[in-house]
T-cell receptor, first 115, second 111 residues
Framework: KAGVTQTPRYLIKTRGQQVTLSCSPISGHRSVSWYQQTPGQGLQFLFEYFSETQRNKGNFPGRFSGRQFSNSRSEMNVSTLELGDSALYLC??????????????FGPGTRLTVT | GQQVMQIPQYQHVQEGEDFTTYCNSSTTLSNIQWYKQRPGGHPVFLIQLVKSGEVKKQKRLTFQFGEAKKNSSLHITATQTTDVGTYFCAGPMNRDDKIIFGKGTRLHILP
């Protein structure tokens, strides 16, 4: 099976702009989670989508949003970018069918730099 | 709030020495997972532990889940240069099943 893919891999934006990142999960996986990874804060959970519904949400401001499509592909959007949003954004997919079924497969990430 | 703490944050070992990282949760975990992230890479799933007191082995790696399901450890025997990376533990917090990651232990191997 093909792994989790994320596009774009690298992105440079300026403050105030908005950005959309895309994630395609492993075929058959219905859960997609997004994480922000920074050197200081580690891996922080943004949100999880399952069957087009947001199932869980982390402690991030409303500028961070996401959605999932019927084919399980997911997008996350960050509006009004701030310098502190510079990070590696990781998407992870899992079967998500039942608890505990938490084995997650991560994509390569999108490196976002805000200038 | 609910937290998952990992110690140590960094560890330097001579090649061939053993290495252990510890993970402690402020609350009981239904299960715990371990991931490895190589420099410049993304986290890769290693193993999941579910039962109280569970011990699992993968070649030179031994994973343990505490009896109270609030702590876990990863032990690597006779480290090799391929073991370099950051090891994360992660667990779902009971109330809402959000996955909480520890901040990881970065392992450096000295040749």
């Amino acid at each position: 099976k093909a792994g989790v893919t994320q596009t774009p891999r690298y992105l440079i934006k300026t403050r105030g702009q908005q950005v959309t990142l895309s994630c395609s999960p492993i075929s058959g996986h219905r859960s997609v989670s997004w994480y922000q990874q920074t050197p200081g804060q580690g891996l922080q959970f943004l949100f999880e989508y399952f069957s087009e519904t947001q199932r869980n949400k982390g402690n991030f401001p409303g500028r961070f949003s996401g959605r999932q499509f019927s084919n399980s592909r997911s997008e996350m959007n960050v509006s009004t970018l701030e310098l502190g949003d510079s990070a590696l954004y990781l998407c992870a997919s899992s079967l998500g069918l039942s608890r505990p079924s938490w084995e997650q497969y991560f994509g390569p990430g999108t490196r976002l730099t805000v200038t | 709030g609910q937290q998952v703490m990992q110690i140590p944050q960094y560890q330097h070992v001579q090649e061939g020495e053993d290495f252990t990282t510890y993970c402690n949760s402020s609350t009981t975990l239904s299960n715990i997972q371990w991931y490895k992230q190589r420099p410049g890479g993304h986290p890769v799933f290693l193993i999941q532990l579910v039962k109280s007191g569970e011990v699992k082995k993968q070649k030179r790696l031994t994973f343990q889940f505490g009896e109270a399901k609030k702590n876990s450890s990863l032990h690597i025997t006779a480290t090799q240069t391929t073991d370099v990376g950051t090891y994360f533990c992660a667990g779902p917090m009971n109330r809402d099943d959000k996955i909480i990651f520890g901040k990881g232990t970065r392992l450096h191997i000295l040749p």
